[in-house]
Nanobody, 124 residues
Framework: QVQLVESGGGSVQAGGSLRLTCAAR????????MAWFRQAPGKEREKVAH????????EYDDSVKGRFSISRDNSESVLYLEMNNLKQEDTAMYYC?????????????????WGQGTQVTVSS
């Protein structure tokens, strides 16, 4: 059974940092593209970053470039999102997701496995 479990969310002041973790099991984690998405209240879910199966290639949404860093540990089947210099507009539920294959997509609909999410709240 595929399972993605996020942790590490919380409340932080603007300018602070958080590290999100996603523990994966039940599929060939090291062969699949992984991504972080977020959804703020009243807004559509959007992709924050994705990372190739090997971890060599990653891409970021313009809104987080230079502040967030996605990484993965294939030996432990864990995905990370290091978030620095957090802003109020980063407040959202954050989800990890798998594309179900090696290719990373922009389209949210191509991601087949999802976690339940972890809340990040950034205050002024």
């Amino acid at each position: 059974q595929v399972q993605l479990v996020e942790s590490g969310g919380g409340s932080v002041q603007a300018g602070g940092s958080l590290r999100l973790t996603c523990a994966a099991r039940g599929f060939s984690y090291g062969l699949f593209c992984m991504a972080w998405f977020r959804q703020a209240p009243g807004k559509e879910r959007e992709k924050v970053a994705h990372i190739s199966p090997s971890g060599v290639r990653s891409e970021y949404d313009d809104s987080v470039k230079g502040r967030f860093s996605i990484s993965r540990d294939n030996s432990e089947s864990v995905l990370y999102l290091e978030m620095n210099n957090l802003k109020q507009e980063d407040t959202a539920m954050y989800y990890c997701a798998s594309a179900g294959g090696a290719t990373c997509y922009t389209d949210l609909g191509r991601y087949v496995y999802w976690g339940q999410g972890t809340q990040v709240t950034v205050s002024s």
